[in-house]
């Protein structure tokens, strides 16, 4: 599947530029334009995205929005495109960087590196919990109850049983507090969401 | 399933047990029975200290893993050294064990400095409360309750004096606090990821494992010795 990849920046001048060294590569990326946190959710959407290159200033002053919205999109890796100073407090919240004194070349190498980790992840880690076994999960250890996470997932509470039996059968833990922390270990939720 | 251990019986020398299996110094301790032993028997060991060789070696052969039956039944009268017992496993556990792998888990997250250890002590300190309050109403209800009942047996006291509480009610909670701790140990040793903490990781994990063989073998004790014996006193009170 083709890599989504999200530009949210507000100066033409870097989505362009942006535009222009993503489309001109052999891999092949679905490429979306935006130029506020909101136009980035509708596009989550529509698409699961797997990278966005942002321009912290669209952070800066709505740090809370921004939260709540990396939470919500796990999967997603954030790379902050560095057009000014920032605080590093700023920065540290998002995986990388990209300057705009970067060559194309090593703009290129920087994205594929966030998108194989983020693919590595996947396969690797949650290997043995099924995406169904990772819903349940992240319900459960977010407080919601078998029936809460049945009509929320559409299966019958039976369903949700089998899946936390399964769980605990393959992780080795039991109890909803050592589920949470593995939860969190896993990338699974995050510390902000719990 | 087959032990690795010897049977435990009367004429072998304590020092030798604890040669084979050194849980057991740990065991003379919960029994309040101090080192060194120099070349006694269990026998003379027990008589010394006023323990029936019976509940000696049903408990030490516990730790050997080897269900050992009894030749006599237990009487009230040792119903007071299985609670000095488990008093004195109480004591061990909150004073000492406890806070030791409070201290390793603080030290982890001194070292690795991630959030995920952070919750891992938070889950530890919630776990340490709960068995905390269990042990307390062990010490504070359960074992009075015993002291009492032993008692009332003991002077034929009339059945409407005895408080009917009945004591088979609190075996569940020990299922629940295995389970925690096998939770953290999976964590440990299978996902938190490690940053400059493995010796301290190892031994955290030595200390759970210790902990976690003598708090399964208190708790068989509890549910297998001290409940069907306490029961039989409640029966027999009730019977008048």
Redesign the interface.
């Known amino acids: 599947m083709k890599p989504n990849i999200v530009i949210a920046d507000p100066y033409p001048l870097i989505y362009e530029g942006l535009f222009h060294i993503l489309s001109n590569t052999e891999n092949h990326f679905s490429i979306y334009k935006a130029t506020t946190l909101n136009e980035i959710q509708h596009i989550q959407h529509q698409t699961t995205i797997d990278i966005v290159l942002i321009n912290p200033i669209l952070v800066q002053n709505n740090i809370e929005q921004f939260t709540k919205l990396k939470a919500s999109m796990e999967r997603t890796n954030w790379l902050a495109v560095i057009c000014a100073y920032f605080p590093p407090a700023l920065l540290s919240l998002f995986s990388g960087q990209i300057q705009l004194s970067d060559q194309p070349n090593f703009i290129l190498t920087t994205i594929h590196k966030h998108i194989e980790t983020d693919h590595q992840q996947e396969v690797g880690e949650h290997q043995f919990l099924s995406e169904r076994e990772i819903d349940v999960l992240k319900l459960l250890v977010t407080g919601n109850s078998n029936k809460e996470i049945a009509d929320k997932l559409n299966i019958s509470a039976h369903t949700v049983i089998s899946h936390r039996k399964n769980i605990s059968l393959k992780?080795?833990?039991?109890?909803l507090?050592?589920l949470?922390?593995?939860a969190?270990?896993?990338n699974i939720i995050f510390?902000d969401t719990y | 399933m087959q032990s690795k251990y010897k049977m435990i019986i009367a004429d072998l020398k304590v020092s030798d047990l604890i040669m084979e299996n050194y849980y057991i110094i740990l065991m003379l301790e919960h029994f309040g029975i101090q080192l060194n032993v120099q070349e006694k028997t269990v026998e003379e060991v027990c008589l010394e200290n006023n323990i029936n060789v019976e509940v000696f070696l049903t408990f030490a052969n516990l730790f050997n893993g080897i269900k050992y039956i009894p030749a006599t039944e237990f009487t009230f009268e040792d119903l007071q050294t299985i609670i000095g017992y488990l008093k004195n496993c109480h004591h061990y556990y909150i004073e000492e064990k406890y806070p030791k792998i409070r201290r390793y888990i603080k030290r982890i997250h001194e070292l690795n400095k991630l959030p995920e250890t952070k919750l891992i002590e938070t889950f530890f300190n919630e776990y340490i409360n709960e068995v905390t309050a269990h042990l307390d109403y062990e010490n504070n209800v359960v074992f009075p309750y015993i002291t009492n009942l032993f008692n009332q047996s003991k002077h034929l006291l009339p059945v409407s004096d005895v408080n009917l509480y009945s004591v088979t009610e609190y075996k569940d909670h020990h299922s629940d606090i295995e389970e925690k701790l096998t939770d953290i140990k999976n964590l440990l040793i299978k996902y938190l990821p490690q940053h400059n903490e493995q010796n301290v990781r190892r031994k955290l994990l030595f200390s759970l494992f210790e902990l976690e063989y003598d708090l399964n073998i208190h708790s068989q004790i509890e549910d297998n010795i001290l409940v069907p014996l306490v029961e039989k006193v409640e029966q027999q009170l009730k019977k008048g």
């Open positions: 992780t080795g833990i039991k109890s507090s050592g949470t922390i593995y969190v270990i896993k510390i």
